[in-house]
Each structure stands twice: as C-alpha cells, then as structure tokens.
C-alpha cells in the first residue's frame, strides 16, 4: 500500500463540458474539489451553499465565469431542484461537522445531514442528474457520536436510494465515499500541533497509541474524481491508505521544528483510538478493487452490476480495516508530507 495513484483521472475526460453542482461547495473540500475540476474542462459549476460572505470570499479567490454561486440550504427541496436544473453530476459535500458543536445541538445535524441529504437524492431524481457522489467520513463507521450516526444515515439513504429509480425515467447512479481526516484540514491534529510547538506550549496527546490513516487533499481528491468515473451505482468506495501513529506524528514535527513538553489529555468523548473504514461485519461484503476497497451492502447488491469490475477480489485477509493495522508511514516520509503540505508555512 503505498501513496494512491490513480492516472485514469487526468486522462478520462468524463468531466469535460460537464455541468456539475456542489452543495457545500465554499467548504474546504468543496473549494480544493472546485479548483481541480476546473482543471478538467468542466462546463460550469455551481456552487450551493448558505453564507453570502463565503461566496463573496471564493468568487473573488477563483476570478472563473464557470462558476456560478446559489444561495440555497440543502434543507429546504425546492431550492435544490432549481439548482440542479440540467446539472450533470452531483457532488454531495454540504454537512455540519463539528462534533463538540453536534453533540450540543443533536437535531440541526439531523436537518442537515440526513434529512438535506434525502432532500439532495429528491432533487437528483427530480432533475434525473447522472451521478451523484457524497462525501462520507470514517465516523460513520459503528459510530459513537451523534455526527458519525448522521453520515451513517445519510450513506444508508445514498447506496440505497437505487431503490427508488424507475428504468424508463431515471438514469442517476447514487455513490458513498468514505474517508478519515484529511490531513491540515480544519480542527485537524497536525494544525494543533504546530501551534504549540510554535507558541513554545506543550503539546496536548490524546493517547500515544492513537494511529490515523494519512490522506492529503490530493490524494483525497483523486480517490473521489476517479471514485465518481468507475461508480456503477449503490458502492460504498474507501481509499486503501498507510497511517501514522500519534507518537510518530510526535517526533517528526519536534524533529522539524523544536522540542515542547508534552501533557497527554485522555481520548475525548466520541472519539476513537484507531480509525476504522470498514468494520468487521462489513467486510463480510466488501471487495478489493484497484487502489480501493468497496462495500456492497447486500440489501442493495441486486442493484449493483459488480461483474462490471473486472480483477476484484473478495477481502479474504482482513478482520476490519483499521488505522492500526495497516503499513505506518516511516518518520521520514512523514516530515516529507508535513513539509510538502505546506502547513509549516
Ligand atoms: N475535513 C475532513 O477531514 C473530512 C473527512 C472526511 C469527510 N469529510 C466530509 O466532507 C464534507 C466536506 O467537509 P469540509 O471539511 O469541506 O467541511 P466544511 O469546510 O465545514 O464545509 C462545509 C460546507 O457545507 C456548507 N453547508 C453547511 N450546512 C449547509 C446547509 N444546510 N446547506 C447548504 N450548505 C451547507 C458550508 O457553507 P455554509 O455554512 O455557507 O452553508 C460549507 O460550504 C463533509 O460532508 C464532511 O463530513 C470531511
């Protein structure tokens, strides 16, 4: 397992002329998703999301007539089938995240991230778009806060959703991607780190044991473009990946910047030593595929053409796909990534 390459993305042309809508589009997936499928020829993109400012903010960053930005909250239907007018691909990526936040405010995730993900797959059916892909996470995995059980949710109604499509009028195939933190991202460890290591505090370790898998935006982007271009419909898809333990994580920023005291905090609540994208039940219908892993629920595998993937392979060898139980990235490498990331700018 090694860092994912996925080369049918540049030379696959399935986005060009495409008219394509991403709600969330302001967020920090949606602007780096933005800028590479302007890279491929796109007709237009909308994007669709709730606070003014943040549209002002990416029009002026992004200075590109192919953009088109619609105010709309994914909670209110009609405004989604309007935007999704002759729109060809959906990606799904608007949610509230913050699990602190979540907690606090249990049900605004559930108008959210369930009930604006069926008023998506709504729309998507209405205006009959050809793929819709959402944007899942690793807390969906036997989840432990309320966040992880709002992405369950919204996965289950995304694989599922094939359920409603009618031969002679609908064409949209409806896909899951699930992935763990990207690194830097928001709220992220790494970012934490280096602030304190910067303000000379000590830096704060849940548990040295702690393992994450690595995925840069990069890599995140070229496992959801390539995801988007094999779905046939109804598939989970999880990118295969390397992972780094928090101790390593330790060393490698102290050997790039300086050495702090360190005070070790406890797991918080809803949070989980090791990250897990496919769980042991799961991987009873989970398959390998070229970089990736794919799960086919099987209330659902009638709907799915899986003789469409050639050289697949059943997970044989695995009793869950865990952050601690893959390759780790050696330290090395890993003061590579932090350095290519750019976050010690
Ligand atoms: N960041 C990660 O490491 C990571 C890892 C795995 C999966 N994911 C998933 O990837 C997706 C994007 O994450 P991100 O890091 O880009 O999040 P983000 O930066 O917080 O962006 C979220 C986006 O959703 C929009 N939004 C929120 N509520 C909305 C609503 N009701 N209607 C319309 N738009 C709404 C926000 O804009 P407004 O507030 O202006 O509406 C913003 O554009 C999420 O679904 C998340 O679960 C993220």
């Known amino acids: 397992m090694g860092k994912i390459i996925y080369s049918l993305v ?24 933005t800028s590479r499928l302007l890279n491929e020829d796109v007709d237009t993109i909308r994007i669709f999301s709730r606070n003014e400012n943040k549209q002002i903010t990416m029009a002026s960053k992004f200075e590109d007539d192919r953009l088109r930005f619609l105010l709309g909250d994914i909670r209110d239907y009609s405004r989604l089938v309007r935007a999704m007018e002759d729109i060809d691909i959906v990606f799904h990526a608007a949610a509230l995240k913050h699990v602190p936040v979540i907690e606090y405010n249990p049900f605004e995730s559930i108008k959210t991230n369930v009930i604006g993900s069926q008023n998506v797959i709504d729309a998507c059916l209405e205006e009959n778009v050809e793929k819709a892909i959402a944007i899942g996470t690793d807390k969906a995995v036997s989840p432990l806060n309320t966040y992880g059980a709002t992405k369950l949710l919204m996965e289950k109604l995304f694989v599922t959703s094939s359920n409603y499509l009618k031969k002679e009028r609908h064409k949209t195939k409806f896909v899951a991607l699930r992935y763990g933190n990207v690194l830097g991202s928001s709220g992220s460890v790494i970012p934490k780190f280096i602030k304190q290591i910067k303000n000379k505090e000590k830096i704060t ?66 949070e989980k030593l090791n990250e897990i994208l496919i769980n042991g039940d799961e991987v009873r219908y989970s398959w390998e595929y070229e ?44 003061k590579k990534i932090i350095l290519n990331s750019g976050l010690l700018d």
């Open 291 to 334: 970089d990736m892993y794919m799960i086919l629920n099987p209330s659902v595998q009638k709907h799915v053409s899986i003789e469409e993937f050639s050289n697949k392979k059943k997970i044989s060898n695995m009793s869950e796909y865990s952050s601690d139980s893959v390759e780790k990235i050696p330290k090395d490498e890993m």
């Open 205 to 270: 370790i849940t548990d040295p044991k702690m393992t994450r898998f690595s995925l840069s935006m990069d890599e995140a982007l070229d496992f959801i473009l390539h995801a988007t271009k094999i779905a046939k419909g109804s598939e989970i898809f999880v990118p295969k990946l390397r992972a780094y333990s928090i101790e390593g994580l330790k060393e490698s920023l102290f050997e790039l910047l300086d050495r702090t005291d360190e005070e070790i905090i406890g797991i918080r609540e809803g």
């Open 10 to 33: 540049s030379n696959s042309h399935m986005f060009r002329g495409k008219k394509i809508l991403i709600t969330g589009g302001t967020g920090s997936l949606g602007q780096a998703l």
